[in-house]
């Protein structure tokens, strides 16, 4: 077994250019309107990078809560594309864990019991 | 402790060493304590918060104290992934929606 909670990694390629996603990430009417967020949860900017990578703190009541996580954090990395769209790279990471706990490894979480 | 305290216990890199090692096989606190630089009350205490947090559990045989992984320890995690697992590439295909959208 591998302890590994490090965070969910979603990766994937958008056809729009980085300035494009951005405002579909941060500013709150485009953003309700895609993450359709359950009702209950918090958001809040940890850090901006305007055009390049986000961070929200994920705060979660109701079922989220329920279920074992109150609090986590969510980054949004945008990289260019030479077809002008834009890489997305999403981290959704449940455990606030030091640096040191990270073992410098990134990557989607595995976990076998 | 309730369940919302799982991600907590999990963060400290010696309680997920811990329960890796348990993994294998039962161990005594002495046993877990070998190849590791930690006083034995703090070993006591990580194995207290594990306990407490149902990640583990203990049985007795005569003075020693075996340790062992709670299987079912791990369900608030591997629910809350599953959740998430399924929400992002959901959500994902909305913001691409909006991203059309804005173009208009």
Redesign the interface.
């Known amino acids: 077994m591998k302890i590994d909670a490090d965070a969910l990694v979603f990766e994937c390629a958008l056809e729009a250019a980085p300035e494009q996603v951005w405002r579909a990430l941060t500013i709150p009417v485009l953003l309700e309107r895609w993450l359709r967020p359950a009702p209950g949860l918090e958001l809040s900017m940890v850090t901006a990078e305007e055009n390049r990578s986000l961070t929200y703190r994920w705060r979660e009541q109701g079922q989220g809560a329920l279920i074992g996580v109150e609090e986590s954090l969510v980054t949004f990395e945008l990289t260019p594309t030479n077809e002008g769209g834009t890489w997305l790279t999403l981290t959704h990471a449940p455990v606030l864990a030091p640096a040191s706990a990270n073992d410098n490894r990134r990557g989607p979480l595995m976990l076998a019991a | 402790m309730s369940?919302?305290d799982?991600?907590?216990v999990?963060?400290?890199?010696t309680r997920?060493g811990v329960?890796?090692r348990l993994?294998?096989a039962e161990m005594t606190a002495t046993e877990l304590r070998q190849g590791l630089a930690i006083s034995q009350p703090a070993m006591s205490q990580h194995l207290a918060v594990l306990r407490q947090a149902g990640l583990i559990s203990e049985r007795r045989e005569g003075r020693f104290v075996n340790y062992r992984?709670e299987?079912d320890g791990?369900a608030?995690?591997?629910?809350?992934?599953a959740?998430?697992?399924a929400f992002?590439?959901d959500?994902?295909e909305?913001?691409?929606?909006?991203?059309?959208e804005?173009?208009q």
Do not use: C, N, T
């Open positions: 369940d919302a799982i991600f907590k999990l963060a400290d890199p997920r329960l890796e993994a294998g992984v299987p791990l608030p995690l591997h629910q809350w992934l959740r998430y697992r992002w590439p959500r994902i909305s913001l691409k929606d909006v991203l059309k804005m173009d």
